[in-house]
């Protein structure tokens, strides 16, 4: 991993004055002076050369610079008298569908300054991306969609450097990691080509750019760089994640696995690397389900149930009274179910375990988290028995997209040495209870590592160091992609991880072990 060295530099210069034996143009003092701490020769921006040209002498031949890497090279964006350049700054993007991370970086320092998340505009025109694609073939609704990210990406510029003393012309870089289909949205490019066969996005990679040419109100001359995809369903979100990992630099085998509306997965090390994408994740993060919420406050994220007296414990966000279940209080629940016994193997709920918890509502079990007088609206917060269906399903194809891609390099799970899981998702679940449900593999706990914002991790470090735009760039050309709508032992697979944890409990020794399920009737 190369050290820290960041694409945006200040920089305060003396320059020799001009004699009789050294009539060099202004310009060629300035290259010549930032060569020895840029370590090449720098072009300058047509707006800096004038702004010092105008100045220079009155100045004393001292000033101040903000240096911005190029594709090839440095450049010197701006110049001001001594004393008279503000901080330069960057910001880093993870541009989701659903919501909207920003990170304002000193670039100087490698310092995060401040981070906002913002539910992204474009949710109006459909939560699905499909939506979105169909709604942008019609008329002048791509122009709509990629207004509404440039006017988002402007207020949070605004919020973000008032917050730091600062305006929006002391930003120089942006980094953005985002799918395939909202890389197009931001660019303009028509995003049509992607949910259709052969799947040919208008681009994969993407030179840099001048943000202002977007509409982005930051500094004229500063860049913005687009990661890279590997094709439609594989995008610059994933590719910042394995950077941020780093198990693209390790001799052991790594798996990263970000849990969205999709599950994407990559298995590999520094030698290979194979990824895939699939469905898996609604009913993972709650969308589908009757009291399914997003990590907002009042979700339930923790449940704990005494398997003796069937006593519920639960934690919301915020302390607030409960208003429904996020992602990691419905894998916590449905695992705690389980090992009450409140739920046997076929995901089937067994009302006479608990007839106080579990009734019929609407003509359906449901088993009854929190009673209407808990709760913040008035209403009970269950998880019924279609939600159990949809959720084993949901887990299952995620465990068995795990497998396929394990079973396609010819390795065991026993064999990854760090186990990622990325996002929100991946940084409050509970990595034993998703193991008891059969989500994730039996493999010992101390491998599983939450990642957090891998894809807003991996826009920062590329901004603080040179070589991770070259590494990013190196770790599309090394994935091999594999297409899981196409293979036959997906399918064949999934029917098997439709129970609790598995029908092969051999794959969860130590949940059988713990819960003595083969003795259970």
Avoid at 183 to 195: R, T
Avoid at 237 to 247: E, K, T
């Amino acid at each position: 991993m190369s050290e820290f060295n960041p694409l945006v530099k200040p920089l305060r210069l003396a320059l020799p004055r001009p004699v009789l034996g050294d009539n060099r143009a202004c310009d060629t003092r300035l290259k010549d002076a930032a060569r020895d701490i840029l370590g090449s020769r720098p072009v300058i921006s047509l707006r800096a050369l004038s702004t010092m040209g105008s100045g220079l002498q009155s100045w004393g031949y001292k000033l101040d610079a903000v240096a911005v890497r190029d594709t090839c090279g440095w450049n010197i964006a701006h110049t001001a008298p001594p004393g008279g350049a503000s901080r330069p700054l960057a910001l880093a993007m993870d541009l989701g569908s659903t919501s909207v991370v920003f990170f304002l970086v000193d670039p100087t320092s490698g310092k995060i300054l401040r981070s906002i998340s913002r539910a992204n505009p474009q949710m109006v025109h459909g939560e699905d991306i499909l939506d979105r694609i169909l709604f942008a073939g019609r008329g002048d609704g791509l122009n709509v969609l990629q207004r509404q990210i440039v006017d988002l990406i402007n207020r949070a510029v605004t919020e973000l450097t008032a917050s730091a003393d600062a305006a929006p012309e002391d930003v120089y870089y942006i980094s953005v990691a985002g799918n395939t289909t909202m890389c197009h949205f931001l660019l303009g490019l028509d995003p049509s080509n992607i949910c259709k066969e052969p799947y040919v996005p208008c681009a994969n990679r993407f030179d840099l750019l001048k943000p202002s040419d977007l509409g982005i109100r930051v500094h004229p001359e500063a860049r913005l760089y687009c990661f890279p995809n590997v094709g439609s369903y594989f995008g610059g979100d994933l590719v910042a994640g394995i950077l941020a990992s780093g198990m693209h630099r390790r001799p052991d085998i790594s798996m990263l696995v970000d849990v969205g509306t999709n599950a994407e997965v990559v298995l590999g090390n520094q030698e290979w690397l194979v990824a895939c994408a699939g469905a898996a994740g609604p009913a993972l993060e709650g969308g589908i389900l009757s009291c399914g919420m997003r990590a907002q406050e009042g979700a339930i994220e923790r449940v704990r149930i005494d398997p003796a007296s069937l006593e519920v414990e639960y934690q919301t966000i915020g302390n607030q009274a409960p208003r429904g279940l996020c992602g990691s209080g419905i894998i916590d629940l449905l695992a705690e179910m389980f090992k009450a016994g409140l739920v046997d193997q076929t995901g089937k709920l067994v009302p006479q375990r608990d007839s106080k918890r579990i009734v019929e509502l609407d003509r359906e079990w449901v088993y009854t988290v929190a009673a209407p007088e808990q709760t913040a609206h008035g209403r009970p917060v269950y998880i019924s028995q279609s939600d159990i269906k949809n959720l084993i399903r949901s887990k299952g194809a995620m465990y068995t997209i795990l497998n396929v891609v394990i079973q396609s390099i010819g390795i065991d799970f026993d064999d990854i040495e760090h186990f990622y899981v990325a996002g929100a998702f991946g940084n409050y679940i509970d990595p034993g209870k998703a193991v008891t449900i059969g989500m994730l593999p039996d493999i010992p706990q101390e491998r599983f590592k939450g990642l957090g914002n891998s894809a807003g991790e991996g826009a920062v470090q590329l901004l603080l160091r040179q070589g991770a735009m070259k590494e990013a760039e190196d770790i599309c050309d090394r994935i091999t992609y594999l297409e899981m709508n196409v293979r036959g032992d997906f399918m064949s697979q999934l029917t098997g991880a439709l129970f609790l944890p598995h029908t092969d409990l051999s794959r969860f020794p130590t949940v059988a072990k713990r819960l003595n399920i083969a003795g259970r009737t």
